[in-house]
């Protein structure tokens, strides 16, 4: 029996070389390597080097190299096809008979990456493909970092081509860049679509994405599966990421090929997606293997959240104590590359920097869609809680994370016990505010000759509330607006007025604000009325549309229903079972 490359790799992703090395020998790390002393030769000073990008190990003291499979071959004394089905038993691999031998001569990689290079020429005379990339503001050194290309040509297609390379029918339909139409005739598989080459972990181009520059559909298409390409095993620009997600100890797991690139232009390296499925157990395994803590920050729609939700789903059997995942939620309708145009990378840094935990994260978007004020959905969302808690495998991580969504299942519970009493604004006066206010209307009731503008000032500012239009109704009263303080003071008024100029009138008002004050210049006292007031509309201004924000944020935060979540967590879970 052999086995497939697919098998193989699968295993080999599946498994932390280095981690299984060390449970027997003290590893060392020298920059972006571990070492360790060799296991097949006696000695003090390491010169075995464990490359776990690519799986594989050299000592440098007696040659031996390999990859886990080697290690299981040479030093444990297992024959080769014993060594795979151990393996694969070890990580939960289902292993298929490959009755076809393995060719020596398999042209694939050189069909596709010789494809690679047609595309690229493509792009760089075809201008409507050009400008697209123009006006997603993609530069050309990204469009030679990511080998963007164009699936088109006027004087022929790939498959003629590739024809005229001497490559047979049988090695080019191999590669999966051309399939048979109705006519049973071989046809290009990608047509007048924007090119995005698939690269393996090593940086070999093994298959493509295609994008659609118009509102046809499907907008994207990836090359089928293959025999070097799996595409719930690899991610999208993970070769060149690695290096940063490495040095930055995170990775930042986005939707799309072109947020990817357009993180990376704004230098944020780390980035890299799922090829057109959802995230798998295989691609998390794989980030895991770079960084203990990955982020999601999937589109901000219905099916970025969906994703977003599956992901976490999935993630809870695999959890360890030092391999964990957050997520980033970026505001309603906005994906990373929308969001970078909108606003800034300054603003996205903000959002990096303040990640949701994974329970965080579950609760959050759970909870937003489900009535905790009713009695049965309360025992329905606890029997929900439990089922998560029960698919986590570390006693550890589900002690702790039990106890945190319980704490805010019961805190968001008792929350509404509250809801009749009342509720303090986000954009609220804070007491210097408040004196300051009492200041304007000190400096109104001592400077008869400035009283009306002050007060139209006021009346068109953000800090007045209905108490004070009353107030300064009463100061723009015919029979008060000339009035000096003394007569306004002697006036029968209702009390709540009497209580705004008694405050006027204390001592630490004036001191505060000395332009309030009777022996003041009126001109100075308005401009500096006018500059003060300014400024405070203006910082409240801005409360008021952040508390709008947050509004919205808390309104749309979870754009599933609670069927949808549930249905989600039961398909889950009931893949985890086989």
Not at 176 to 186: A, G, H, I, S
Not at 217 to 231: G, R, T, V
Not at 553 to 568: A, G, R, V, Y
């Given at each position: 029996?052999?086995?497939?490359?697919?098998?193989?790799?699968?295993?080999?992703?599946?498994?932390?070389?280095?981690?299984?090395?060390?449970k027997?020998?003290?590893?060392?790390s020298?920059?972006?390597?571990?070492?360790?002393?060799?296991?097949?030769?006696?000695?003090?000073?390491?010169?075995?080097?464990?490359?776990n990008?690519?799986?594989?190990?050299?000592?440098?003291?007696?040659?031996?190299?390999?990859?886990?499979?080697?290690?299981?071959?040479?030093?444990?004394n297992?024959?080769?096809?014993?060594?795979v089905?151990?393996?694969?038993?070890?990580?939960?691999v289902?292993?298929?008979?490959?009755k076809?031998?393995?060719?020596?001569?398999?042209?694939?990689?050189?069909?596709?990456?010789?494809?690679?290079?047609?595309f690229?020429?493509?792009?760089?005379?075809?201008e409507?493909?050009?400008?697209y990339?123009?006006?997603?503001?993609?530069?050309?050194?990204m469009?030679?970092?990511?080998?963007?290309?164009?699936?088109?040509?006027?004087?022929?297609?790939?498959?003629?081509?590739?024809?005229?390379?001497?490559?047979?029918?049988?090695?080019?339909?191999?590669?999966n860049?051309?399939?048979?139409?109705?006519?049973?005739?071989?046809?290009?598989?990608?047509?007048?679509?924007?090119?995005?080459?698939?690269?393996?972990?090593?940086?070999?181009?093994?298959?493509?994405?295609?994008?659609?520059?118009?509102?046809?559909?499907?907008?994207y298409?990836?090359?089928?599966?293959?025999?070097?390409f799996?595409?719930?095993?690899?991610?999208?620009?993970?070769?060149?990421?690695?290096?940063?997600?490495?040095?930055?100890?995170?990775?930042?797991?986005?939707?799309?090929?072109?947020?990817?690139?357009?993180?990376?232009?704004?230098?944020?390296?780390?980035?890299?997606a799922?090829?057109?499925?959802?995230?798998?157990?295989?691609?998390?395994?794989?980030?895991?293997?770079?960084?203990?803590?990955?982020t999601?920050?999937?589109?901000?729609?219905?099916?970025?959240?969906?994703?977003?939700?599956?992901?976490?789903?999935?993630?809870?059997?695999?959890?360890?104590?030092?391999?964990?995942?957050?997520?980033?939620?970026?505001?309603k309708?906005?994906?990373?590359?929308?969001?970078?145009?909108?606003f800034?990378?300054?603003?996205?840094?903000?959002?990096?920097?303040?990640?949701?935990?994974?329970?965080?994260?579950?609760?959050?978007i759970?909870?937003a869609?489900?009535?905790?004020?009713?009695?049965?959905?309360?025992?329905?969302?606890d029997?929900?809680?439990?089922?998560?808690?029960?698919?986590?495998?570390?006693?550890?991580?589900?002690y702790?994370?039990k106890?945190?969504?319980?704490?805010?299942?019961?805190?968001?519970?008792?929350?509404?016990?509250?809801?009749?009493?009342?509720?303090?604004?986000?954009?609220?006066?804070?007491s210097?505010?408040?004196k300051?206010?009492?200041?304007?209307?000190?400096?109104?009731?001592?400077?008869?000759?400035?009283?009306?503008?002050?007060?139209?000032?006021?009346?068109?500012?953000?800090?007045v509330?209905?108490?004070?239009?009353?107030?300064?109704?009463?100061?723009?009263?015919?029979e008060?607006?000339k009035?000096?303080?003394?007569?306004?003071?002697?006036?029968n008024?209702p009390?709540?007025?009497?209580?705004?100029?008694?405050?006027?009138?204390?001592?630490?008002i004036?001191?505060?604000?000395?332009?309030c004050?009777?022996?003041?210049?009126?001109?100075?006292?308005?401009?500096?009325?006018?500059?003060?007031?300014?400024?405070?509309n203006?910082?409240?201004?801005?409360?008021?549309?952040?508390?709008k924000?947050?509004?919205?944020f808390?309104?749309?935060k979870?754009?599933l229903?609670?069927?949808?979540?549930?249905?989600?967590?039961?398909?889950i879970?009931e893949?985890?079972?086989?």
């Amino acid at each position: 029996m052999s086995f497939t490359k697919n098998d193989l790799e699968l295993i080999k992703s599946k498994i932390d070389l280095a981690e299984e090395i060390g449970k027997k020998y003290k590893l060392v790390s020298k920059g972006k390597d571990l070492w360790c002393c060799c296991p097949f030769h006696k000695e003090k000073t390491p010169s075995f080097k464990i490359n776990n990008d690519i799986g594989t190990f050299y000592c440098f003291g007696c040659g031996a190299k390999g990859d886990i499979f080697s290690l299981y071959t040479d030093l444990y004394n297992y024959s080769f096809y014993d060594a795979v089905k151990e393996l694969a038993n070890q990580v939960g691999v289902n292993l298929k008979e490959n009755k076809i031998p393995y060719d020596n001569n398999d042209k694939t990689l050189e069909i596709i990456e010789i494809s690679t290079k047609w595309f690229e020429k493509n792009l760089e005379i075809n201008e409507v493909a050009k400008n697209y990339l123009k006006l997603r503001s993609i530069s050309d050194k990204m469009i030679n970092i990511f080998r963007i290309g164009y699936s088109y040509n006027s004087e022929g297609s790939l498959y003629e081509f590739l024809r005229h390379k001497s490559f047979s029918d049988k090695e080019i339909i191999k590669s999966n860049l051309v399939k048979y139409d109705k006519k049973n005739k071989l046809r290009d598989f990608f047509y007048n679509r924007l090119m995005f080459p698939i690269s393996n972990i090593q940086g070999k181009v093994v298959a493509f994405g295609g994008r659609v520059l118009d509102n046809s559909l499907p907008k994207y298409i990836n090359s089928p599966d293959s025999e070097y390409f799996k595409k719930r095993n690899l991610l999208y620009n993970f070769h060149n990421a690695k290096d940063a997600i490495r040095t930055k100890k995170n990775i930042l797991i986005c939707e799309g090929y072109l947020d990817v690139i357009s993180l990376y232009q704004n230098n944020i390296k780390t980035s890299v997606a799922p090829l057109g499925t959802s995230f798998t157990e295989e691609q998390l395994l794989l980030c895991w293997k770079y960084a203990n803590k990955p982020t999601i920050m999937f589109d901000a729609d219905s099916s970025g959240v969906r994703a977003s939700y599956k992901a976490a789903m999935m993630s809870l059997s695999l959890l360890k104590p030092d391999k964990l995942i957050q997520f980033i939620t970026l505001p309603k309708n906005f994906d990373p590359d929308n969001f970078l145009k909108k606003f800034s990378q300054k603003d996205l840094f903000k959002l990096l920097k303040k990640p949701t935990s994974l329970i965080q994260y579950i609760f959050d978007i759970s909870s937003a869609s489900i009535d905790l004020r009713n009695a049965d959905n309360k025992i329905s969302y606890d029997k929900f809680i439990d089922d998560l808690i029960n698919k986590i495998k570390d006693n550890k991580i589900k002690y702790f994370y039990k106890n945190e969504i319980k704490g805010l299942f019961f805190n968001k519970i008792k929350s509404y016990s509250k809801k009749n009493q009342p509720t303090v604004s986000f954009a609220k006066i804070s007491s210097l505010h408040i004196k300051q206010k009492l200041s304007f209307y000190a400096a109104a009731l001592n400077h008869i000759d400035i009283r009306s503008e002050i007060l139209s000032l006021l009346e068109n500012s953000y800090i007045v509330d209905d108490r004070d239009k009353n107030f300064i109704k009463f100061l723009k009263n015919s029979e008060n607006i000339k009035k000096n303080k003394t007569d306004i003071l002697s006036t029968n008024k209702p009390s709540e007025i009497e209580i705004i100029i008694n405050n006027c009138d204390k001592n630490n008002i004036k001191e505060l604000f000395p332009y309030c004050r009777p022996n003041y210049d009126p001109n100075i006292t308005l401009n500096e009325v006018k500059e003060s007031l300014k400024n405070l509309n203006t910082r409240l201004s801005n409360l008021k549309k952040i508390n709008k924000s947050l509004d919205i944020f808390d309104e749309n935060k979870s754009s599933l229903t609670w069927d949808e979540l549930k249905k989600i967590k039961d398909d889950i879970f009931e893949e985890d079972n086989f």
